[in-house]
């Protein structure tokens, strides 16, 4: 069993950038494929990007590809989410997922979650 913590969050005008963290302990960090979702106010949790156990393969949603990279350091536990270029639609609690299937997009499979990190984008 893997446990996940996001961290990283916060306010941040339209047009900058954050990165968020996502740390993980009791488990073989590098046998799980990660993803990230975000959920906005008052809507569902929805999928935004995805990486394989190596880091070799990566899947992100249309509405963010060429702002968001995600990557991951499997001696640091770590995965990560690059967000640039932030506009107010980005708001929303990211939460990072983690399975050993590789291939999700849905809130399905993924197995296990952390509690997520706020994000504000102000205009």
């Known amino acids: 069993q893997v446990h996940l913590v996001e961290s990283g969050g916060g306010l941040v005008q339209a047009g900058g950038s954050l990165r968020l963290s996502c740390a993980a302990s009791g488990g073989a960090f590098s046998w799980y494929n990660l993803a990230w979702f975000r959920q906005p106010p008052g809507k569902e949790r929805t999928f935004v990007a995805r990486i394989n156990r190596s880091g070799s393969t990566t899947y992100d949603v249309d509405s963010v590809k060429g702002r968001f990279t995600i990557s991951r350091d499997n001696s640091e536990n770590t995965v990560y989410l690059q967000m640039n270029s932030l506009e107010p639609e980005d708001t929303a609690v990211y939460s990072c997922?983690?399975?050993?299937?590789?291939?999700?997009?849905?809130?399905?499979?993924?197995?296990?979650w952390g509690q997520g990190t706020q994000v504000t984008v102000s205009s």
């Open positions: 997922a983690a399975d050993q299937t590789y291939g999700a997009t849905s809130t399905r499979g993924y197995r296990y």
